[in-house]
């Protein structure tokens, strides 16, 4: 089972608040504003946009920052 899917990657890069941050708590991730962050960050929305520009984001890019951030939330602790 995934930690880190599509949907939470397309929710973070259209959370409409700049300071959105994918956290893992007890397993599972949440998006929270970054100062409420009291989970492990996985990744903000800032960094995220940084990895992939402002344009629009297609889902086999969705797909491999899923992966990624996936593999990263298990490595981490998830």
Do not use: F, K
């Not at 300071?19 to 991730?29: E, F, H, I, K, Q």
């Not at 960050?41 to 890019?61: A, E, N």
């Not at 491999?64 to 951030?69: F, K, N």
């Amino acid at each position: 089972m995934r930690i880190v899917g599509r949907d939470e990657v397309r929710a973070l890069l259209e959370s409409p608040s700049p300071d959105a941050t994918l956290v893992l708590v007890a397993g599972r991730c949440e998006i929270v504003p970054e100062a409420q962050a009291e989970g492990l960050v996985i990744v903000s929305t800032r960094d995220l946009r940084i990895q992939t520009g402002d344009g629009p984001v297609d889902d086999r890019r969705v797909d491999e920052l899923a992966d990624r951030l996936d593999t990263l939330a298990r490595e981490l602790g998830g």
